[in-house]
């Protein structure tokens, strides 16, 4: 039996939908309500049910075969992981954000402070890419609240809609990268039970 490791929260009622494309008999999101882990009706996958960044670490460390995550967590964390498809769903934008007005992208510059959930990646942005230093501040949720309380100038935060920053009174100054969510892989596993996880990824990958 595989056992796959799903994001419970936004991406949790597509993924399984993805599961029941492939003909495995799984609850609807709202039925599992606070089980994290079932197996499907006729006990061909396990599937074990987890916050979005711990997806990749149930993976790399083999306590799952298989996950599926966004790929902003996948960037964020750097796991050693191997992505195997894009299941095209869960799109999102990781972008920086300000008050309306109050930068554009050349403005930016060394000294700002940075509130994020994604720490790697707006250091990756700001210094890999901007070359400039800033100061990155740690945030768990409501990123958009930041600069409005003077916390921060700037956020790096997903932006689906868009409407989260039309509420808040900011806009997109800068994408970072895309998302979508992406169906990944134990590296060992991958190889030692190469043949299940291929034709369960073909099957997949044929419903994307
Ligand atoms: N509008 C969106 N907002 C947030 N995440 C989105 C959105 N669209 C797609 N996603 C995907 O859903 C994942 C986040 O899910 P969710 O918002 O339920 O959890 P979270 O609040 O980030 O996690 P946690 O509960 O651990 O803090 C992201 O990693 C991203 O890939
Ligand atoms: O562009 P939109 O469609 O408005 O979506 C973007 C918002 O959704 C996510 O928040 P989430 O619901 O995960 O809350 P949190 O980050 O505050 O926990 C993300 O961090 C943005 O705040």
């Not at 599961?19 to 006990?43: C, N, S, W, Y």
Request: glycine share 8%; aromatic share 8%.
């Amino acid at each position: 039996m595989l056992t796959i490791a799903l994001s419970k929260g936004y991406l949790l009622p597509e993924a399984l939908k993805v599961f029941r494309k492939v003909g495995l008999r799984v609850p609807e999101a709202g039925e599992i309500l606070r089980k994290l882990e079932f197996t499907d009706a006729d006990r061909k996958c396990r599937f074990l049910i987890v916050r979005p960044a711990d997806v990749p670490v149930y993976v790399e460390y083999g306590a799952a075969d298989l996950g599926v995550a966004g790929k902003d967590v996948l960037m964020e964390g750097r796991h050693k992981i191997t992505e195997l498809l894009d299941l095209k769903f869960g799109y999102c934008r990781l972008v920086v954000a300000a008050l309306k007005g109050a930068y554009r992208k050349d403005t930016l510059r060394a000294g700002l402070r940075v509130a994020t959930k994604f720490l790697n990646s707006a250091a990756e942005y700001f210094q890999g890419k901007l070359d400039i230093d800033v100061e990155l501040i740690k945030l768990y949720g409501s990123v958009e609240l930041a600069p409005l309380d003077g916390l921060s100038d700037v956020i790096v935060d997903l932006v689906a809609t868009g409407k989260t920053l039309q509420e808040n009174g900011l806009e997109v100054v800068d994408e970072i990268y895309t998302s979508t969510a992406r169906l990944i892989a134990n590296r060992v596993k991958a190889k030692s039970r190469y043949r299940e996880i291929l034709t369960l990824a073909q099957r997949i990958k044929k419903t994307v």
